[in-house]
């Protein structure tokens, strides 16, 4: 199956330090990237979309500026915290999309990054 | 916005049952549902998805029913077994676009 890689695993970091998050599709092209965030029991809160080669489109809420996304090929993206608070703590996970015309799963999840800032 | 929601928190199962877990969501133009699992600090794992054409889906163990006319989902785990705690979210979606999870639903095996 298409196996989505991230890495840090999990980043402990300063108040006000910059933390980049890579997000890989091993085995496949990915057409498109999402990036979520995920409190402690809480579900999953898409962040942004992101398309190789154009800029990322951001929910509501989430401030771009504060949450680069790179999608430079199709098999890497990547999310920058800047400036990272504490209240940036949480767990950040990606998906890659490949395009499918069956019922079948579609978007494969990276394992997610734990990022914990002091 | 619409959300997808799940009607209980926790459930717990003696090993062995069937479980059920149940979902509602009220965006009537999703054609397409998921069903993954979570285990502790890792990233959503696909379990079983069902387009809006269909009212049931079997896999493994595990078979989805939807039920457009109230709206509902549901997934439910044959012979519920300890590897099988985690949390459940159901998730929707109108096509290839993004996925809109709903809260999740922790479901705890007893041996």
């Known amino acids: 199956g298409a196996v989505v890689s991230q890495h840090p695993s999990w980043v402990i970091c300063k108040s006000g330090t910059s933390v980049k998050i890579e997000c890989r599709s091993l085995?496949?092209?990915?057409?498109?990237m999402f990036w979520y965030r995920q409190f402690p029991k809480q579900s999953l809160m898409l962040m942004a979309t992101?398309?190789?080669?154009?800029?990322?489109?951001?929910e509501q809420g989430v401030e771009k500026d504060k949450f680069l996304i790179n999608h430079a090929s199709l098999t890497l993206s990547t999310l920058t915290v800047t400036s990272a608070h504490p209240e940036d703590s949480s767990f950040y996970i990606c998906?890659?999309?490949?395009?499918?015309?069956?019922?079948?799963?579609?978007?494969?999840f990276g394992p997610g990054t734990r990022l914990l800032v002091l | 916005g619409e959300n997808v929601g799940l009607h209980l928190p926790t459930l717990s199962v003696q090993e062995g049952d069937n479980s059920i877990i149940n979902c509602a969501y009220s965006?009537?133009?999703?054609?397409?549902f998921i069903w993954y699992k979570q285990e502790s600090g890792k990233g959503p794992q696909f379990i079983i998805d069902?387009?809006?054409?269909?009212d049931k889906r079997q896999g493994q163990r595990v078979t989805v029913l939807l039920n457009k006319t109230v709206k509902h989902l549901s997934l439910q785990i044959a012979a519920t077994q300890p590897g099988d705690s985690a949390v459940y979210f159901c998730?929707?979606?109108?096509?290839?676009?993004?996925?809109?999870f709903g809260i999740g639903t922790k479901l705890q095996v007893i041996p």
């Open positions: 998730a929707e979606t109108g096509g290839y676009q993004k996925v809109t």
């Open positions: 085995d496949f092209q990915a057409t498109t």
């Open positions: 965006n009537s133009a999703s054609d397409y």
């Open positions: 992101s398309n190789e080669g154009s800029k990322a489109t951001y």
């Open positions: 069902i387009r809006s054409n269909m």
């Open positions: 998906s890659a999309e490949i395009f499918s015309t069956s019922v079948q799963e579609t978007q494969y």
